[in-house]
C-alpha cells in the first residue's frame, strides 16, 4: 500500500480495512442515536446554506422534516447512505483564478454533522496548542495575536502556501489518521464515501475525484485539520521542537530565529509535505525579515499577508509618547478592497434613495460591527480609514435624494455631520468615533 511505501514514521500505525465499503447486510448494524441526527439538524438549519446537485433548500427539506431525518438515520445505521455528489460552484479568487467550493445538499449535510459531532471529541484534545482554524474556543484573532506577539521575538518568518490544499489531500493518508482515532465503523466508513463522493459542475456533468476532499464540506475542515495535525503540528513538534508556529487550517507561518535556520526549516518542511503528497507554493512561499528599529540591514521581503492581516513595519507610539517603528498587523490591501466592493455593491445612492437612514442603519450596522471587531483589533486606524467609505457612501445617497445637495459633497457631509452629532448611535461607525467630516 503507498502509505507504507513512504515510512512516514510520524503518522499512525494503522492499517485501512478496505472491507468497510462492502454493502452491509445486515439490517440497522449501526448503533446511531436518533436524537444525534435531530442535533446535527439544528447544528445545519442554524447555519443556513444553498442548496445542493438536487436543489432542495433547508425550507423544503423542512416540509417533511420527520420523514427526512428519518431517512437519514435509517440508512446511516444500516450502512446504506451513499452521499450524492457534491455540487461545484467557482468562487473567484482576489489574487485572480477561482476557487472550487462544493455544496452537499441539506440532507448530506446533516449527515456529515453527525459523524463531525461524534468524530471531533475524540481528537480535538489531541490538537497541537498553535493549532487555531475551526476549533471551539479559538479563533483567527487568536492565531493573529500570537502571530504579534512572536514576531517581537523572533527576527525571521516562513510564511507558507499550500498550493491547492484542499484538492491535494490523500484519501489513504487521511483515513488511516481517522482510524487512529476512532474504532467506530461507520465512522470511517461515510468518511471514506465523502472523500470519494464526485463533483457536479455547473453544466451538469458529474467528475470522479482521486484525491482531495471538497472545500465547504461539513467534514472538510476536521479532516484537514486531523491531516495537517499528523503532516505538519507534530512532524515540526518532533523534528523543531524549539521552532513555534501558528497554522490556521492550511494557512501557516513559521518563527526563526536567523535567515539561515529559515532556510534550514523551510527546505525540511518543503520534503516533509512531498512525502505527505502536498506541495508548496515556489511564489507564495518565502522567508521575511520582521524589520523595525532596532533591526537594521535591507531585505527582499518585510511583509507578509496571514488571515486578512498585513504584518509589517509599522509607526508606533511608546509608553513615553515616542515613536518608534514596530512590525505589526493590520487590515491586509486585499480585506480593504473587499469590504470597499461590498459598500459599492449597496448601492445605496442609487438603489436606496427611497429609504431612510434608520433603514440603511439596519443594513449597514451587523456587517461594519462585524468589520470592526475583527479589523479593529490590532492596529485601529487603519480599519478606520477604510470605514470611511460608509460615511462617503451615504452622503452619496444624501445628495441622490435631496435636491439642495445635488453636485455639493461638502454641504451633504456637513449635514450628515449634524446628524451624527445629534444621533451619535444611529451608525455602528458612528458609535466608534467614525465621524462624517468634511474633505474626508
Known amino acids: 500500500m503507498r502509505v507504507e511505501r513512504r515510512g512516514l514514521t510520524i503518522w499512525p500505525m494503522v492499517q485501512v480495512n478496505q472491507q468497510w465499503e462492502e454493502p452491509v447486510p445486515e439490517a440497522k448494524p449501526y448503533d446511531i442515536p436518533k436524537n444525534l441526527v435531530w442535533e446535527a439538524y439544528q447544528r445545519v438549519k442554524a447555519n443556513r446554506g444553498a442548496a445542493g446537485v438536487d436543489g432542495e433548500s433547508l425550507e423544503a427539506f423542512e416540509k417533511d422534516l420527520k420523514g427526512n431525518l428519518y431517512k437519514i438515520w435509517n440508512r446511516m445505521s444500516s450502512g446504506s447512505y451513499f452521499p450524492p455528489p457534491v455540487r ?26 453527525v459523524v463531525t459531532m461524534v468524530l471531533e471529541p475524540e ?79 455547473p453544466d451538469g456533468t ?30 515540526m513538534q518532533r523534528n523543531f521542537p524549539g521552532v513555534p508556529f501558528e497554522r490556521y487550517a492550511d494557512d501557516a507561518i513559521v518563527h526563526c530565529g536567523s535567515e539561515r535556520q529559515a532556510k534550514k526549516v523551510l527546505g525540511a518542511i518543503r520534503d516533509r509535505f512531498e512525502e505527505c503528497g502536498l506541495e508548496l507554493h515556489p511564489m507564495k512561499t518565502r522567508i521575511v525579515y520582521c524589520q523595525d528599529s532596532d533591526r537594521r ?26 515613536f518608534f517603528v514596530s512590525f505589526l498587523p493590520a487590515i491586509s490591501a486585499k480585506a480593504a478592497k473587499a469590504i470597499r466592493v461590498t459598500i459599492r455593491e449597496w448601492r445605496l ?30 492596529y485601529r486606524s487603519k480599519c478606520v480609514q477604510v470605514l470611511r467609505h460608509v460615511n462617503l457612501a451615504l452622503a452619496a445617497w444624501a445628495r441622490r435624494k435631496y435636491k439642495r445637495f445635488r453636485r455639493r459633497e461638502r454641504e451633504s457631509m456637513y449635514w450628515l455631520g449634524r446628524i451624527a452629532r445629534r444621533d451619535p448611535n444611529l451608525f455602528a461607525l458612528w458609535q466608534l468615533g467614525v465621524r462624517p467630516e468634511a474633505g474626508s
Request: charged residues 25%.
Open 123 to 201: 481528537v480535538e484534545p489531541r490538537f497541537h496548542p498553535d493549532s487555531y482554524g475551526y476549533r471551539p474556543g479559538r479563533s483567527a484573532l487568536d492565531a493573529v495575536g500570537k502571530a504579534r506577539e512572536r514576531c517581537w521575538r523572533y527576527d525571521w518568518v516562513i510564511d507558507l502556501d499550500i498550493k491547492a490544499f484542499f484538492d491535494s489531500l490523500d484519501w489513504a493518508l487521511v483515513e488511516r489518521a481517522v482510524a487512529h482515532h476512532t474504532e467506530l465503523p461507520w465512522v470511517r466508513l461515510y468518511i471514506a464515501r465523502w472523500l470519494r463522493a464526485p463533483v457536479q459542475r
Open 349 to 378: 445612492a442609487s438603489t436606496r434613495n427611497n429609504q431612510s437612514l434608520e433603514d440603511l442603519a439596519q443594513l449597514i450596522n451587523p456587517v461594519v460591527r462585524g468589520w470592526m471587531n475583527y479589523y479593529g483589533r490590532y
Open 297 to 322: 540591514g535591507k531585505y527582499e521581503h518585510i511583509s507578509f499577508d496571514f488571515l486578512s492581516y498585513t504584518f509589517q513595519p509599522r509607526r508606533a507610539k511608546n509608553r513615553y509618547g515616542k
Open 88 to 113: 461545484l460552484v467557482e468562487i473567484p479568487k482576489a489574487s485572480g483564478g477561482t476557487r472550487g467550493l462544493g455544496i452537499p445538499t441539506v440532507a448530506d449535510r446533516i449527515a456529515q454533522t
Open 206 to 235: 458529474v467528475e470522479p475525484r482521486t484525491k482531495g476532499t471538497p472545500q465547504g464540506g461539513v467534514a472538510s475542515p476536521l479532516l484537514a485539520n486531523l491531516f495537517l495535525h499528523y503532516a505538519f503540528d507534530m512532524w
